[in-house]
């Protein structure tokens, strides 16, 4: 798995730097070529989202309308990312449940969906993931996530 610089830019413009920012989110996509995931783009909240402190639910109609932009460009929907107040940031319960229903609930050819939490510190450290699969395990994606940040 890669996450390409443009979407690795868009994570850090979105970072809860700041007591009043609230948090930010969007949708992960690659280019998927059996096990490989070349995340290229990761899209920015929306002005439909609710967004809060300490919660961000995005407007759906909107995500599905970038699934269909995005597939038209060969992309597949990954999984999903947002912000969170903290250094190192950790997944809520609503944030596992989120993940798991939109596997659940999505018509795909893929195995799962990723979950991309980016907390206040730089990556990697600022930064979570794991893999959410079609029968219900959670993986940490975190491992394969980090040769973003040593290929370059």
């Known amino acids: 798995m890669r996450i390409r610089p443009d979407a690795l830019a868009t994570f850090d413009a979105h970072r809860q730097r700041r007591f009043y920012q609230r948090e930010a989110g ?3 996509f690659a280019r998927v070529r ?3 995931w070349d995340i290229v783009a990761a899209t920015r909240p929306r002005s439909q989202d609710r ?3 300490f919660s961000f639910r995005p407007h759906r109609a909107s995500e599905q309308e970038e ?6 460009l060969g992309l597949d929907y990954v999984g999903d990312w947002h912000t969170h107040p903290e250094n190192e940031p950790t997944p809520s319960p609503q944030d596992f449940w989120s993940i798991t229903e939109v596997v659940r609930r999505s018509t795909h050819h893929l195995p799962g969906f990723l979950l991309i939490i980016i907390g206040r510190q730089p990556f990697p ?3 979570w993931a794991s893999f959410h699969s079609v029968g219900g395990t959670q993986l940490d994606a975190k491992k ?3 040769s973003s940040f040593t290929e370059g």
């Open 26 to 28: 969007g949708q992960l």
């Open 34 to 36: 059996g096990d490989h």
């Open 51 to 53: 967004r809060g402190r």
């Open 67 to 72: 699934i269909f932009q995005h597939h038209v």
């Open 125 to 127: 450290d600022g930064l």
């Open 144 to 146: 394969k996530c980090l």
